[in-house]
Each structure stands twice: as structure tokens, then as C-alpha cells.
Nanobody, 124 residues
Framework: QVQLVESGGGLVQSGGSLRLSCAAS????????MGWFRQAPGKEREFVAAISWSGSSTDYADSVKGRFTISRDNAKNTVYLQMNSLKPEDTAVYYCAARRTPIATPERGWYDYWGQGTQVTVSS
């Protein structure tokens, strides 16, 4: 079993930056691929970024490429999402997810564990 706790959300002006963190419990964190998803009001939860267990492979949604960076520190059981050049359309609840395989994927249904989410609000 893996428990995920997100932090780092908040209110930021357009063009600003935030860094989200996701702390995971469980001794096998290093063998789990991790992902970030987001859900805006009235919309489906969508893929943002994913990272393989080793950190050598990453994937991003087109809407965040060049602005967001996913990374992980397996020694700290933590995955990060650095968000730069934020836009109002990035406003959403951001969720961390873990997959019981080393390979990253953008497919929401292939993740096994989810955090409770952290709110990100970008003002114009």
C-alpha cells in the first residue's frame, strides 16, 4: 500500500511559479512510476506529467511542455512538479498518482494510488 500526500499549492499571479511536492509512504517507492494529473471545475481529470521509477524517462501533456518539470528523489520518497510561466488555465486541483510498475504512462486508469490533491489557482 502506498499513501500519497501533495503539498505546495496556492494562489499565484499569471507568469509566476509554484513547486508541488508529493510525499509517498512505502518502502517500494523507488519501483513505482509517478504521475501528476489535474482537474478543473466541471472538467475531467487530465494528465499533466509522468516519470519512470528511475527518473530517466518523463512525459508531459502538450499544454505544459516547456513550462512544467517533473522530478523525483527516491531517497526522500518524493516527487516534484515545478511549474513555471503559469497561466489562468492551469488553475485546477493537482493530484499525485503512483503506478505499481516502473514505466511512466499518461493513462489515468493505469495508476493504482492517488493523493487527495492540492489546489492551484492562477490569477490573471
Amino acid at each position: 500500500q502506498v499513501q500519497l500526500v501533495e503539498s505546495g499549492g496556492g494562489l499565484v499571479q499569471s507568469g509566476g511559479s509554484l513547486r508541488l511536492s508529493c510525499a509517498a509512504s512505502g518502502r517500494t517507492f523507488g519501483y513505482y512510476a509517478m504521475g501528476w494529473f489535474r482537474q478543473a471545475p466541471g472538467k475531467e481529470r487530465e494528465f499533466v506529467a509522468a516519470i519512470s521509477w528511475s527518473g530517466s524517462s518523463t512525459d508531459y501533456a502538450d499544454s505544459v511542455k516547456g513550462r512544467f518539470t517533473i522530478s523525483r528523489d527516491n531517497a526522500k520518497n518524493t516527487v516534484y512538479l515545478q511549474m513555471n510561466s503559469l497561466k489562468p488555465e492551469d488553475t485546477a486541483v493537482y493530484y499525485c498518482a503512483a503506478r505499481r510498475t516502473p514505466i511512466a504512462t499518461p493513462e489515468r486508469g493505469w495508476y493504482d494510488y492517488w493523493g487527495q490533491g492540492t489546489q492551484v489557482t492562477v490569477s490573471s
